[in-house]
């Protein structure tokens, strides 16, 4: 309460819950973004479908912020959409998700966790007096996907309404924390460790967890990550 009053931040609604499970209050508060380092509160609500959710990562001892605009920045496949894709690369291999997702590319991606909060967002950017370009919020998708796979992303998001990225980043393989480090994000979201581990290292990162019910899910992921950030 103290820091609220000292950096004059516009909160006014607190809650102390005395260390009981958050997860129940998501709807009492009206919740679009659940963070935390509890990874049952985290994946109660995953699993609830209510809202965006992340398991957050210890923070970069270096983050500097050099812009005064907010950047967030998030992974595709699980993340803003649905894990369907990401699990026919897993099972079928590269080639057989190339060539589904070419076949594919004008039928709409499912929703993922973070859909709606992307929408939200992308709406918020509409209410600025500015052009969009030069909004204060900034919004990336830093993916593993790229050609052929990278139009079925476009084309879902126009689908969704005209949802506005800034920036949009098709890596096919290269490593995601450089430029995740280039484009400032204040945080990123992505649902494989493999790449958190090493953005965190320079941005603040959150994971995405498998919903209980998803083929990806692995109940012993949980207990990797709570290791590692011990």
């Known amino acids: 309460m103290n820091s609220v009053r000292q950096y004059k931040l516009d909160i006014s609604r607190m809650a102390f819950s005395g260390g009981e499970p958050l997860a129940p209050y998501i709807d009492a508060f009206d919740i679009d973004l659940f963070l935390s380092k509890d990874s049952k509160d985290v994946q109660s609500v995953i699993d609830s479908k209510q809202c965006a959710a992340a398991y957050i990562y210890s923070p970069p001892t270096e983050f500097k912020s050099t812009d005064n605009r907010v950047k967030i920045a998030f ?14 690369y897993k ?15 004008d039928v709409e991606l499912g929703e993922g966790p973070f859909a709606k909060l992307l929408i939200k967002l992308s709406k918020i950017q ?5 052009t969009i370009e030069l909004s204060p919020l900034r919004l990336a998708i830093v993916t593993a996907r790229n050609a052929p796979a990278h139009m079925r992303v476009i084309k879902t998001l126009r ?10 980043y098709f890596l096919g393989g290269l490593s995601k924390d450089k430029v995740l480090k280039a484009f400032g994000a204040h945080i990123f979201f992505d649902d494989q460790d493999v790449h958190l581990k090493d953005s965190s290292k ?6 995405v967890p ?3 019910d998803s083929p990806l899910y692995t109940p012993d992921m949980e207990n990797i990550t709570l290791i590692k950030n011990q």
Do not use: C, M
């Open 75 to 88: 992974d595709a496949d699980a993340v803003i959409f649905s894990d369907d894709s990401e699990s026919r």
């Open 91 to 105: 099972k079928e291999g590269l080639d057989a998700f190339h060539k589904f997702e070419l076949e594919n590319e």
């Open 126 to 130: 509409e209410q600025f007096h500015t």
């Open 159 to 168: 689908k969704w309404g005209g949802v506005y990225v800034d920036e949009a």
């Open 202 to 207: 320079y941005v603040p990162s959150g994971r």
């Open 210 to 212: 498998y919903a209980s």
